[in-house]
């Protein structure tokens, strides 16, 4: 025992000993902070949980608002929102002048936000294998039809300012726009177009925009923008104003193949482009929330 009581004496034993708690100390806290951790992990995965179903919720719940446009009740609801645009996209909503001012964010948030061009990209990439499948002929009559407005050219920056579609259709304000030229090219068309160029396909762009009015301006910002080498622009002259736009494109159409044109494709960001008569053999609908043509 001498030893042992030697070495407590002179303080080794206590040292080492007081050593040891403090190791057991440190090691408690550890397991302590690491329970804490867990805990607080746990919170935020429930608090993360609850949030998911309270927006799920929400976006399903119908909450009606006074609207700052006329004071009267509106919908705010996203799944609102995103039901009108399927609905418009597939041409079950006919004649409508404006975007319904609760989904103006919704569709801002769509031009802008990735979700347009994402929905473009998609669809050229089809167009494009369906031109990979098609045979030509050798006779110089195999034709494809591409509308010019938000199909070709880009107007976002016009609607823009005009709320991406919340305010009425301002024809004074629009032909000021597109007689300045400086539409810009939406790509997806733009590499879409210059495919059927290589391939050989005679394209022809039919517009709406008034042909006195519009042809030079429109001529230039498509070149500029890089639109070469299509076989005729076509707009509308003095003797189809008044038409509707399905009821115009139709007949320059049934021209076409009275010419003796094969009609591949069409694309057309309005349903207008795409119906009636002499539409082709297939037709592709581009996205357009801003705006309804009949």
């Given at each position: 025992?001498?030893?042992?009581?030697?070495?407590?004496?002179?303080?080794?034993?206590?040292?080492?000993?007081?050593?040891?708690?403090?190791?057991?100390?440190?090691?408690?806290?550890?397991?302590?902070?690491?329970?804490?951790?867990?805990?607080?992990?746990?919170?935020?995965?429930?608090?993360?949980?609850?949030?998911?179903?309270?927006?799920?919720?929400?976006?399903?719940?119908?909450?009606?608002?006074?609207?700052?446009?006329?004071?009267?009740?509106?919908?705010?609801?996203?799944?609102?929102?995103?039901?009108?645009?399927?609905?418009?996209e597939t041409g079950n909503i006919?004649?409508?002048?404006?975007?319904?001012?609760?989904?103006?964010?919704?569709?801002?948030?769509?031009?802008?936000?990735?979700?347009?061009?994402?929905?473009?990209?998609?669809?050229?990439?089809?167009?494009?294998?369906?031109?990979?499948?098609?045979?030509?002929?050798?006779?110089?009559?195999?034709?494809?039809?591409?509308?010019?407005?938000?199909?070709?050219?880009?107007?976002?920056?016009?609607?823009?300012?005009?709320?991406?579609?919340?305010?009425?259709?301002?024809p004074q304000a629009f032909k000021?726009?597109?007689?300045?030229?400086?539409?810009?090219?939406?790509?997806?068309?733009?590499?879409?177009?210059?495919?059927?160029?290589?391939?050989?396909?005679?394209?022809?762009?039919?517009?709406?925009?008034?042909?006195?009015?519009?042809?030079?301006?429109?001529?230039?910002?498509?070149?500029?923008?890089?639109?070469?080498?299509?076989?005729?622009?076509?707009?509308?002259?003095?003797?189809?104003?008044?038409?509707?736009?399905?009821?115009?494109?139709?007949?320059?159409?049934?021209?076409?193949?009275?010419?003796?044109?094969?009609?591949?494709?069409?694309?057309?960001?309005?349903?207008?482009?795409?119906?009636?008569?002499?539409?082709?053999?297939?037709?592709f609908k581009l996205p357009n929330?801003?705006?309804?043509?009949?």
């Amino acid at each position: 025992m001498f030893p042992f009581v030697w070495l407590y004496k002179h303080g080794i034993c206590s040292c080492q000993r007081n050593h040891s708690l403090l190791i057991h100390a440190k090691f408690r806290s550890l397991l302590i902070l690491k329970h804490r951790n867990k805990m607080k992990n746990q919170r935020e995965t429930l608090m993360c949980s609850l949030l998911f179903v309270v927006l799920m919720m929400v976006m399903s719940t119908k909450v009606y608002a006074h609207s700052q446009y006329g004071g009267r009740l509106v919908e705010l609801s996203l799944s609102y929102c995103l039901s009108w645009r399927l609905a418009e996209e597939t041409g079950n909503i006919q004649g409508w002048r404006t975007v319904p001012i609760q989904c103006l964010l919704d569709v801002e948030v769509y031009m802008l936000g990735g979700q347009y061009a994402s929905d473009l990209n998609l669809i050229v990439d089809q167009i494009s294998s369906y031109v990979d499948e098609i045979i030509m002929s050798d006779d110089g009559l195999d034709a494809w039809i591409l509308d010019i407005d938000d199909t070709c050219l880009s107007n976002i920056f016009y609607y823009k300012g005009k709320r991406f579609g919340g305010d009425p259709y301002d024809p004074q304000a629009f032909k000021e726009w597109a007689s300045r030229g400086i539409c810009r090219a939406i790509p997806p068309i733009l590499r879409l177009f210059q495919k059927l160029i290589d391939r050989g396909f005679k394209v022809f762009l039919i517009s709406g925009r008034d042909e006195t009015t519009f042809e030079q301006p429109t001529l230039h910002n498509l070149h500029f923008q890089g639109f070469f080498g299509f076989e005729r622009l076509i707009l509308r002259s003095e003797a189809y104003k008044g038409q509707s736009g399905m009821v115009y494109k139709s007949e320059m159409r049934r021209k076409l193949v009275e010419e003796g044109y094969r009609i591949w494709g069409n694309v057309g960001d309005q349903w207008s482009d795409l119906r009636g008569q002499f539409v082709g053999n297939r037709t592709f609908k581009l996205p357009n929330p801003m705006y309804f043509v009949p």
